[in-house]
């Protein structure tokens, strides 16, 4: 497997430019020629859907859920960066690329994140133009507020639903392609398999959710736009249908995939209450602006959290942070609260929790001017806890949020299989070892409005791309494929449920595999990983048939997948000697215990190649080094 | 760009239409009240009144046809609506119940089509029973005319119509509880607050037309028609 | 913790062909802080112990956003409490022995795939044919040379909020798409980006709904009660202005 990465020399300021220059085209009538399957209808499958068929390729759309509207890219909160500087408090491309580079400590591509940066501005744009409806000033200018990890205000917002109403904008471009017969929509379409015919991607196999039939399609080009892998965890704040298949399935094809291990926690989710929790809610990390974080000193303290007096509370992020306090980025948040909770600090009925308290913001500002604030996400703790954070501290916990390692692609967003594209979550490209808030949205974006439309371009006009048919014998194998393992999966009729298994899954990954690790841990966890999926195999429960709608043959066939990819991620994580971003191992720190780089060994992308499961997973490392040619490399400090 | 016909029966044409008829409706019957209560004004008050009218001449007929044509319209759209519900639904709840709140569904707007279907019916026999009906003369200032005074008077003496048309005439009240507002949201008012303002109007309106209509069988029944205090007959 | 026994009768269809019918089913141990599509979740675990096929509805998010969840409880789309989406509410809303009945969204525009699962795929067709602003990728201009008042911006979007689920058409007595649809006609005629194509928009997509076999409006007012983010029937009365204007 040869990895290049394929970026334009020059100076970093003219190398997207440059490469445009650069790129192959297509002549109009020749687009209409080719089809380009887009899996996934989120931020990065809608835009660049929508994007590709207003350039004349025929497009078709496939989505698991009922609407591409539904896509998970709609739970973003937040907001959106952009470099526009409106506020003029001295914005530029360069900074938000060094923030968001530095963010990622330094593990992913500068050209890449530099292009990010770049394209962040047309997004606003465009997604003006579609009729988003921003957050305005009163003077009808668009509105900033700021987010995490930056010194300037950047973000675009549309209240707390700025990923509703991208997505919507996105959704919407598509459906005016679905109405100008440019664009066919399959909705509860399951991607199963990725078709190689000559070393190339020429088609998909899905199976269709509402009568199980599974279907080939042929393409000159596949664009995987499928999220992320969080629910590997079980527990995440994704959305419950998000899943691996479509990229795992790509990488068992020869996709490599990159940095499986690097997964961020959130640290203001609200925590588990009991084993039938389906998904955990995440509330804006805003919050930690005003709340202070504590636990109770000593052990057994079983007092309500009112009556512990002030010598009794641990603030223990403004003890060990007195410069950032409660403000320390993400991860650090996220790992301390686990450093207290393993200390048995941890509180309410399951220990996994930490206080997030508003009682001196309250006194200091007043109960309004924090309903004011924070209104919206108080009522939602409430709703769901049944408790009433102005009377009484939150209990928060980190969650699984967000995943950036994914399948390896070069500058052109192509996987190491030409003629598969994989854009947003699904890939690894712009975020490194941690994304930075209001990132997501801005990449999902930039890849399909304003990347993939034209490195597709570049690709097809290189390539001679004659019809095979899907009658070829690549198809028959990959459709045979993926039904009998959904016959297989039906077969078994063992003890346990889909649920159970995926349920003790995910708790060897979140102890694990998660906030922080260890080589011991790591090396148990691929142990139990493997048992469990032998035991899988032998003793699932699918209840149903294939040929009807059947959620839990779904999810089998999607727990089946994260089986394979947790031991890859354990790999990957055991494979990194070094702490970097959300990838915390134990054994390397700072002397304060903070995540120690490792730049001399381990400033690359790690790129897994499959070579088969046999009892154990088979697979080859491959490495892309990261050369930093305009940013220096620091250690990050938040004392 | 659709033709007229085509927009006028467009779920938004057939509703604005709706509400412009039922609007008119509203307006005649203030004016058919007005006419009603001149039963108890001077002695030739109300022949006199109807003897204005059929001085219009073929201008009364005009009126009375275009009357006619938005009474229909509006009842026609109303029993069209009722039957797409059914077709919009073929397989109905097993529980069904209001959420409250802003939710305007009440006994008024629930049964819409019920009280439309009951008007429908009655102005047929209204029609037969006053407009059509045997009435004798009077001469007011040397003119001839109809003496629908009397003719009302000796209605309302039986029971079963004074009391059916009183019956009738709650179902008017609860047809407007919600028309009146709901016209005018068919129309385009789109304001919370004028909303609001609008559904308490067109509450009180429902109710004062349905007792300025319901008082005059019940008076003259219970007051023995020419006997009763406030009527005065020659 | 308090844990309720709870009884459920709740719609059975295996395919859309089927005829369907109502099964009961009691469940123990529900503890009052789980969600109420959890509840469901334990249920259909137990069921798959006992070899029975597992309930099939609708959902993705559980956070109230995507839209995915819409059944009826107890007569009620997403149940008794208001701006609240189905996946939003809890266990503790009700009491022990309580009996729930759970229905599919029933309009004949929205077929029943299975159990509780719809096709909602109508309402994508009515977004189809006008819900956007023809703009197309890279012909955006700079986003602050329109400025766009405040309260309009807010008011469009109030309206852009709609999360597609549908709950509207279930609750409307006469199943009409008047809400969903209002909803985009009001927020993109609102904002001077929609503003060209506003009279074309709001025919089609007026058009459209009728063709989907959705009943008419007779302001009810039903679907903003249940409407999980309260968006306001003032749009049903905004798309009638929109579309009064565009015809005459």
């Not at chain 2, 007229?4 to 005649?28: C, E, M, N, W, Y």
């Not at chain 3, 789980?34 to 137990?46: A, G, Q, R, T």
């Not at chain 3, 509780?116 to 201009?141: C, F, M, N, Q």
């Amino acid at each position: 497997m040869k990895l290049d990465s394929k970026v334009p020399s020059g100076p970093l300021e003219e190398k997207w430019n440059r490469h445009l220059k650069d790129i192959k085209l297509v002549s109009p009538n020749n687009k209409r020629k080719h089809k380009v399957i887009v899996v996934g209808t989120g931020l990065a499958g809608a835009s660049a859907a929508a994007s590709l068929s207003e350039l004349g390729y025929n497009v078709q759309t496939f989505c698991i859920q009922d609407s591409a509207r539904r896509a998970h890219s709609i739970s973003a909160q937040g907001g959106i960066n952009a470099a526009k500087n409106y506020q003029n408090d001295g914005d530029s491309v360069w900074r938000l690329f060094y923030d968001t580079i530095k963010g990622g400590d330094y593990r992913s591509r500068e050209a890449n994140v530099y292009r990010l940066a770049e394209n962040s501005n047309n997004i606003i744009d465009q997604a003006v133009a579609q009729g988003v409806p921003f957050g305005r000033e009163y003077g009808g200018l668009l509105d900033n507020r700021s987010f995490g990890g930056a010194q300037v205000s950047r973000t675009f917002y549309s209240r707390g639903q700025t990923g509703q109403q991208l997505l919507l904008g996105a959704y919407q471009a598509m459906m005016k392609e679905v109405h100008n017969g440019k664009i066919e929509s399959f909705t509860r379409h399951e991607m199963l398999d990725l078709v190689v015919v000559d070393g190339k991607a020429r088609g998909i196999i899905t199976r269709d959710l509402v009568n199980g039939t599974i279907n080939k399609w042929e393409a000159d080009a596949v664009v995987l736009c499928t999220g992320g892998y969080g629910n590997v965890f079980y527990l995440s704040t994704n959305a419950k249908n998000s899943n691996v298949t479509a990229a795992w399935r790509c990488h068992r094809r020869g996709a490599a995939f990159a940095n499986p291990c690097f997964v961020q926690i959130h640290p203001t989710c609200i925590p588990v209450s009991g084993d039938y929790q389906s998904k955990l809610t995440l509330m804006s990390e805003s919050l930690r602006n005003d709340g202070r974080v504590w636990v109770p000193r000593s052990k057994d303290d079983s007092r309500h959290p009112n009556e512990i007096p002030e010598e009794d509370r641990f603030y223990y992020l403004e003890e060990k942070y007195p410069s950032f306090g409660n403000l320390v980025p993400r991860d650090v948040a996220s790992r301390n609260a686990k450093l207290v909770t393993d200390d048995g600090l941890g509180v309410g009925d399951s220990g996994l929790a930490v206080y997030l308290d508003f009682r001196d913001a309250i006194k200091r500002d007043g109960e309004d001017a924090i309903r004011a604030k924070y209104g919206n996400l108080f009522d939602m703790y409430q709703n769901i806890t049944d408790e009433n954070p102005y009377k009484q501290p939150m209990r928060i916990f980190p969650a699984v949020h967000y995943t950036m390692g994914g399948l390896w692609v070069d500058y052109n967003l192509m996987s190491n299989i030409p003629g598969l594209f994989v854009a947003g979550e699904a890939n690894f490209s712009d975020h490194g070892a941690n994304r930075l808030g209001a990132s997501a949205l801005m990449q999902g974006l930039s890849d399909g409005y304003f990347i993939i439309p034209y490195t597709i371009g570049d690709y097809i006009a290189g390539e001679d791309l004659k019809v095979v048919g899907t009658g070829h014998e690549a198809f028959s194998e990959a459709a045979d494929k993926s039904q009998k393992q959904l016959d297989k999966l039906l077969a078994v009729k063992g003890d346990k449920t889909v649920i159970e298994f995926h349920r003790e899954l995910g708790k060897i990954m979140w102890d694990k595999v998660g906030i922080s690790r260890s080589k011991e841990g790591l090396e148990s966890a691929i142990k139990e990983i493997r048992a469990l999926r032998e035991e899988f195999w032998q003793n699932v429960r699918v209840p149903g048939e294939a040929n009807y709608y059947n959620k839990y043959l779904e999810f089998a066939a999607r727990v089946a997948d994260y089986f394979e990819l947790a031991e890859l991620m354990a790999l990957d994580a055991l494979d990194r000697d070094e702490s970097c971003g959300c990838h915390l191992r134990d054994e390397f720190q700072t002397e304060e215990g903070e995540a120690l780089r490792n730049d001399e060994k381990y400033s690359f992308v790690s790129a897994w190649e499959f070579l088969g499961v046999n009892g154990k997973l088979e697979t080859k490392l491959h490495k892309e080094d990261l050369n930093f040619e305009f940013v220096e490399l620091k250690q990050r400090s938040y004392k | 760009m659709p033709t007229l016909l085509q927009a006028a029966t467009s779920q938004v044409g057939r509703k604005v239409l709706t509400g412009a008829t039922g609007i008119f409706l509203v307006l005649f019957i203030i004016f058919h009240l007005g006419g009603n209560l001149a039963i108890f004004g001077e002695a030739d008050a109300m022949n006199r009144y109807s003897l204005i009218l059929h001085n219009f001449g073929p201008l009364l007929w005009i009126a009375r046809i275009g009357l006619l044509v938005v009474f229909v319209i509006h009842a026609w759209i109303g029993i069209s609506i009722w039957f797409r519900k059914r077709t919009a639904r073929p397989q109905k709840y097993e529980v069904y119940s209001s959420k409250g709140g802003p939710s305007k569904q009440s006994l008024s707007s629930r049964s819409m089509a019920f009280t439309g279907v009951v008007l429908l019916i009655f102005v047929v026999f209204h029609i037969n029973t006053f407009a059509l009906g045997d009435t004798g003369t009077v001469m007011i200032d040397g003119q001839e005319a109809t003496d629908i005074k009397s003719l009302v008077i000796e209605t309302f003496q039986n029971p079963f119509y004074a009391f059916g048309y009183a019956f009738v005439m709650l179902l008017l009240g609860a047809h407007l509880g919600h028309g009146v507002w709901s016209a005018f949201i068919s129309l385009g008012l789109s304001g919370k607050k004028a909303s609001a303002i609008l559904y308490t109007i067109g509450g009180i309106a429902a109710v004062v037309l349905a007792i300025g209509f319901l008082f005059i069988p019940i008076y003259i029944f219970f007051g023995g028609g020419c006997e009763a205090a406030l009527i005065s007959c020659e | 913790m308090s844990e309720m026994t709870i009884n459920l009768k709740i719609w059975r269809q295996k395919s859309i062909d089927d005829q369907g019918g109502f099964q009961t089913y009691q469940l123990s141990e529900v503890s009052e802080h789980m969600s109420f599509l959890e509840m469901l979740d334990v249920l259909n675990e137990k069921l798959i112990k006992e070899d029975i096929d597992p309930v099939e509805f609708d959902y993705d998010c559980r956070e109230g956003i995507c839209g995915s969840c819409n059944m009826v409880v107890n007569g009620s789309a997403h149940g008794p409490k208001r701006l609240t989406a189905v996946c939003q509410l809890h266990m503790r809303t009700y009491n022990d022995g309580d009996t729930i009945v759970i229905e599919p969204p029933r309009a004949a525009a929205f077929p029943v795939i299975r159990d509780l699962v719809v096709d909602r795929s109508a309402l994508d067709r009515i977004i189809e044919v006008g819900g956007y602003v023809s703009v197309k990728t890279g012909a955006a201009p700079e986003a602050n040379l329109i400025p766009v008042e405040q309260e309009v911006s807010n008011t469009a979007f109030d309206y852009a909020t709609c999360i597609g689920c549908g709950a509207c058409v279930a609750a409307c007595p006469n199943s009409s798409a008047a809400l969903f649809t209002g909803a985009k006609v009001a927020h993109l005629n609102s904002l001077p980006q929609g503003y060209p194509e506003r009279k074309r928009r709001t025919i089609a997509m007026v058009d459209q709904m009728a063709k989907e076999g959705f009943g008419d409006c007779s302001n009810y007012g039903e679907c903003e009660a249940v409407c999980p983010v309260g968006i306001s029937i003032s749009s049903i009365a905004e798309m009638r202005k929109s579309y009064l204007k565009a015809v005459l």
